[in-house]
């Protein structure tokens, strides 16, 4: 087994490639919106360049964690320039003939435009030509509008380059489950922790991330093919497809001329996880692997490694091997867990397993658990190839987890027993069991205060130990909620919806993310037809509320069949009803809204939607 006292603690080539080519900083660290409100703070992390690591924190997780807080604007070579420490993610600028190819614009807005000014000021101002989407996950595209306007898109001014099912999959992650994810993001990013070394050190792939404007501008050229050649601005740009991979959608590219090859998120400088824990479809490790090795075979001869996150790899033999040992981590995980599933093993018992790597690949410091681990991973290969069910049948039908706990914990003797015996086993150091028994607790009786403060405890000593930054924020995080007053902790999130990234989306796309808020049990007592027509976007649709379900269709409904309710507006009007900045009433006033038929519907109908919560526990039933 490997532990980090196995690693090679002199070897200086991260920390090297991590600040070299450093032209500036921003200084301070701090981008703001236009209101004066703070979106990123890449200053605080400056405990992180202490030498010395604290007992509170992983030393292995510490020093990836100080590579991480490098910002600025970096030089990869001629021509290829690197934004880093802006946001979660890297913003890359390749020069073209007449201006620049902008490649993953971060988060927000707001970080991608102060990334671009800095550009500016030692290189002069170019203008955007492309952005190019790596792949369907927000902090790739959500800044997109500090980089470019989209009127410059519309007018054809710039291009907007995206794989194949972008729009689909940043949809249904974003929109979608988004309500669920961010409040999961809440944990696995440390967003409520302070940073120190008693709370979040970042996570592994990268720090924070940014909490400014986010938009999404659709791509107006699709990459659709492995092969597939473009030129923007004289840039030759070859792309590999990688979907189901990192995210479902997802592509590299090489750039011959220069032999710089990007691989998105595909390789990083950590492991990186095949099920992220603040959800996500179940990624495929088997054809994440074969990509890699595809990738090598089609660009074997690259000299610089960039990617979406980290730092760069320069030197072709270098380049060759982390390439070699990223795919050989992902096929190892995939290929060990399905031949112990094929034995019979659960995922969590196959867990138990594999605890680390072989050889060179379990010595390498970018395979390291830092943001994915080896646990989760390979039981997420397990759930993709055999689902949520471990064959058990007294797993089959089990009660939910508040009734469980109240018979678990009536059968060990009552509460006050249970938080004895866990007093004693936290004495021992098994804090795993202590975990385990006193959610069982904590679901019964959640108001318990000795048991409340002795799993925050135990949370906190397990966090302070991992080398996963994300495993560390979920510990901690659950600690902070079971100390936090009722209203939930610090740092949870409104779940407002961006004009911006309304703007990015389909009509379509609106009605069914309001479809996945229908209260279906109290819908399936009405039956809605309504007809909108947005005279802006050509486009007549009808929406029908019937059996707890709502069915966008486009035109009219079948079979001619009369509306209840006819509404004509503007799609930007429908954008700011949505997102709160008016309302159907105001815009009635207004004549923006123009309503024929039985105006009730609209009332019942928004009446039926279901709202997400601002919060929800999760250390807590």
Wanted: aromatic share 10%; net charge negative; glycine share 10%.
């Amino acid at each position: 087994m490997t532990t980090t006292s196995d690693l090679n603690w002199d070897d200086r080539t991260d920390h090297i490639n991590a600040t070299r080519g450093l032209i500036d900083k921003l200084e301070p660290c701090v981008i703001r919106t236009a209101e004066g409100r703070v979106v990123w703070d890449n200053d605080r992390w400056d405990f992180l360049t202490e030498d010395t690591c604290p007992p509170t924190v992983d030393p292995s997780l510490w020093r990836q964690a100080g590579h991480n807080t490098a910002q600025g604007l970096f030089e990869v070579t001629p021509g290829f320039y690197q934004i880093r420490g802006l946001d979660v993610s890297n913003m890359t600028i390749v020069e073209g003939e007449s201006g620049v190819v902008v490649i993953d614009p971060l988060v927000s807005k707001e970080c991608a435009a102060a990334g671009l000014e800095l550009y500016r000021r030692h290189r002069g101002e170019r203008p955007v030509r492309a952005v190019v989407y790596t792949h369907s996950h927000g902090d790739h595209f959500g800044g997109t509008l500090g980089v470019t306007t989209a009127a410059a898109v519309a007018a054809g001014e710039v291009a907007v380059i995206a794989p194949e099912g972008f729009m689909e999959h940043a949809v249904s992650e974003n929109v979608f489950a988004g309500p669920a994810m961010r409040r999961r993001a809440v944990y696995m990013y440390g967003k409520s922790l302070p940073a120190g070394p008693r709370g979040t050190v970042g996570f592994g792939i990268a720090q924070a991330l940014s909490t400014g404007t986010i938009g999404l501008v659709p791509p107006t050229v699709t990459v659709t093919h492995t092969g597939q050649e473009l030129t923007l601005d004289g840039i030759r740009f070859v792309f590999q497809l990688a979907p189901d991979s990192e995210a479902p959608s997802e592509m590299n590219f090489y750039f011959p001329d220069h032999k710089v090859l990007l691989v998105a998120e595909m390789v990083n400088h950590t492991l990186h996880n095949t099920l992220t824990p603040r959800g996500a479809l179940v990624r495929d490790a088997r054809a994440w692997a074969g990509y890699i090795t595809e990738c090598i075979q089609l660009f074997h001869d690259a000299d610089i490694l960039i990617g979406s996150h980290n730092w760069p790899t320069w030197d072709h033999s270098k380049v060759l091997e982390i390439l070699t040992q990223q795919r050989d981590a992902y096929a190892y995980l995939h290929d060990q867990t399905v031949r112990l599933m094929n034995r019979g093993l659960t995922g969590t018992e196959i867990a138990e397993e594999l605890t680390s790597f072989p050889g060179q690949v379990g010595s390498a410091w970018h395979t390291r658990g830092y943001y994915g681990s080896l646990s989760l991973n390979v039981k997420a290969v397990y759930q993709r190839y055999m689902g949520w069910f471990d064959g058990n049948p007294a797993h089959l039908w089990q009660h939910p987890p508040v009734e469980q706990a109240r018979r678990y914990v009536a059968f060990m003797g009552g509460a006050d027993a249970v938080v004895t015996k866990a007093a004693e086993s936290y004495e021992q150091g098994d804090l795993r069991w202590v975990a385990e028994v006193l959610n069982h607790v904590l679901f019964a009786e959640p108001e318990h205060a000795g048991a409340r403060e002795l799993q925050a405890c135990t949370y906190e000593a397990l966090g302070y130990a991992q080398e996963n930054g994300v495993w560390r924020n979920f510990y901690l995080t659950g600690a902070q909620e079971l100390r936090a007053d009722a209203d939930g902790p610090a740092g949870s999130e409104p779940h407002h919806q961006s004009l911006d990234m309304l703007a990015g989306l389909t009509t379509e796309q609106i009605f069914q993310s309001l479809a996945v808020r229908l209260d279906g049990p109290r819908a399936a007592a009405h039956r809605l037809l309504m007809r909108w027509e947005f005279p802006d976007k050509d486009e007549a649709w009808t929406l029908l509320v019937g059996n707890g379900v709502l069915t966008p269709m486009r035109g009219d409904a079948p079979g001619g069949e009369a509306p209840h309710l006819t509404l004509r507006l503007d799609r930007a009007t429908f954008d700011l009803v949505l997102a709160r900045r008016t309302t159907f009433a105001e815009a009635t006033d207004a004549g923006t809204v123009r309503l024929e038929g039985d105006a009730s519907v609209l009332a019942t109908f928004f009446g039926l939607l279901e709202e997400p919560p601002l919060h929800f526990p999760i250390a807590l039933p």
